[in-house]
T-cell receptor
Framework: AQTVTQSQPEMSVQEAETVTLSCTYDTSESDYYLFWYKQPPSRQMILVIRQEAYKQQNATENRFSVNFQKAAKSFSLKISDSQLGDAAMYFCAYRSGHYNQGGKLIFGQGTELSVKP | EAQVTQNPRYLITVTGKKLTVTCSQNMNHEYMSWYRQDPGLGLRQIYYSMNVEVTDKGDVPEGYKVSRKEKRNFPLILESPSPNQTSLYFC????????????FGSGTRLTVV
């Protein structure tokens, strides 16, 4: 069975600085997708970024980028130029690329990010 | 607007009193799922459905029921709620395309006393 681990329950960053959130996963599959979701105090789950395992290039969305290390099964999220609105819980998630695995999204435990002004 | 509508947003109930949390999506998604979120545990899947009349257990199904009579609706039923079901619940939907992300409802904060 696949697992996702976020070993940092809490992180803090100064406004305008850069922070990296860690995520590791375990799978025997070769075809899969990885996601980062943001959950602000409003509780809404917001998709931040997505990475296809078959792509070597790291995904980027504006100030958000990932460092995808497939061999190490690591998928960290880097937030550049941190803003107060980035304060939230961040979840790393895994989804199998195989149709017969259904559509299950497997989540890590979450990392609470605070941004200091 | 494409969305997952989940109600109620907050619910306080007593042990043993049956309740239903509704979930509806307007995106014609085949896949729907319920999760519960607890501190330090992330989100764990309760039940899921791959299409109408097709449902299956997730990782923590005990004490919950679901049904999928229409493609757009996927209610979560707690027939006899207990305090250990106090949690934050999310409904989500997706196309059955492996790389497709989920669309989440706004969550239901359930407290069972």
């Amino acid at each position: 069975a696949q697992t996702v681990t976020q070993s940092q329950p809490e992180m803090s960053v100064q406004e305008a600085e850069t922070v990296t959130l860690s995520c590791t996963y375990d799978t025997s599959e070769s075809d899969y997708y990885l996601f980062w979701y943001k959950q602000p105090p409003s509780r809404q789950m917001i998709l931040v970024i997505r990475q296809e395992a078959y792509k070597q290039q790291n995904a980027t969305e504006n100030r958000f980028s990932v460092n995808f290390q497939k061999a190490a099964k690591s998928f960290s999220l880097k937030i550049s130029d941190s803003q107060l609105g980035d304060a939230a819980m961040y979840f790393c998630a895994y989804r199998s690329g195989h149709y017969n695995q259904g559509g299950k999204l497997i989540f890590g435990q979450g990392t609470e990010l605070s941004v200091k002004p | 607007e494409a969305q997952v509508t989940q109600n109620p947003r907050y619910l306080i109930t007593v042990t043993g009193k049956k309740l239903t949390v509704t979930c509806s999506q307007n995106m014609n998604h085949e896949y729907m799922s319920w999760y519960r979120q607890d501190p330090g545990l992330g989100l764990r899947q309760i039940y899921y459905s791959m299409n109408v009349e097709v449902t299956d257990k997730g990782d923590v199904p005990e004490g919950y029921k679901v049904s999928r009579k229409e493609k757009r609706n996927f209610p979560l039923i707690l027939e006899s709620p207990s305090p250990n079901q106090t949690s934050l619940y999310f409904c989500a939907s997706s196309l059955l395309i492996p790389g497709y992300g989920y669309t989440f409802g706004s969550g239901t904060r359930l407290t069972v006393v």
